[in-house]
């Protein structure tokens, strides 16, 4: 199974008004994994840190929790196969993330996984990162829609959860997975 696109695109939304779309193979299974998050608005300004304006997103079947901004919406979205999507948020800023998880019981991503995840194929920057004592990889990709992305990967209790972004939101980003914990 591949992550779903759930794409808000904020140069669409821009031309057309908001649009929020969901792409599908022939064969009705979701097409790709990469984003649910909003294409990044043309602009310099400086992303809101992660502190004082917050919510806690908690996900009882995952048994994790995150802060995030209180001005991402955040909407979930069952894959079939125990999969799911969450994603956070700001069509108007173009600001957002999502959450890809899914069952996996490998100690490592596979390049077969991360391939189907990521017909692309590129990895730049990889680094290796521990998120709540899970240890994973971080690095920078490409997506046909929204271009360069961040992306968290890791695997924890039988999950893989990749977590992506628009690599504009790179520092945002990370402030908001340093605020995710397992109970």
């Known amino acids: 199974m591949q992550r779903s696109i759930y794409p808000s695109i904020v140069i669409a939304a821009l031309i057309t008004g908001a649009a929020a779309f969901y792409i599908y193979r022939g064969d009705g299974e979701p097409q790709s994994a990469a984003s649910a998050i909003s294409a990044p608005q043309a602009s310099t300004s400086e992303h809101p840190p992660v502190s004082g304006n917050t919510r806690e997103y908690r996900s009882a079947t995952h048994h994790f929790s995150l802060q995030y901004p209180k001005d991402l919406a955040v909407k979930e979205f069952e894959e079939g196969g125990s999969a799911m999507t969450v994603i956070f948020e700001n ?31 590129i990895r730049k920057g990889l680094t290796d990162v521990t998120i709540d004592n899970a240890v994973g990889a971080a690095f920078y990709s490409e997506h046909e829609i929204l271009g360069e992305t961040r992306e968290f990967w890791f695997i924890k209790n039988g999950w893989l959860y990749e977590i992506t972004a628009p690599k504009s939101l790179d520092a945002w980003l990370s402030k908001i997975v340093a605020t995710l914990e397992f109970k």
């Open 91 to 121: 069509v108007e800023k173009g600001e957002g993330f999502q959450i890809f998880i899914i069952p996996y019981n490998e100690s490592q991503v596979s390049e077969e996984r991360f391939r189907q995840d990521i017909p692309s194929g």
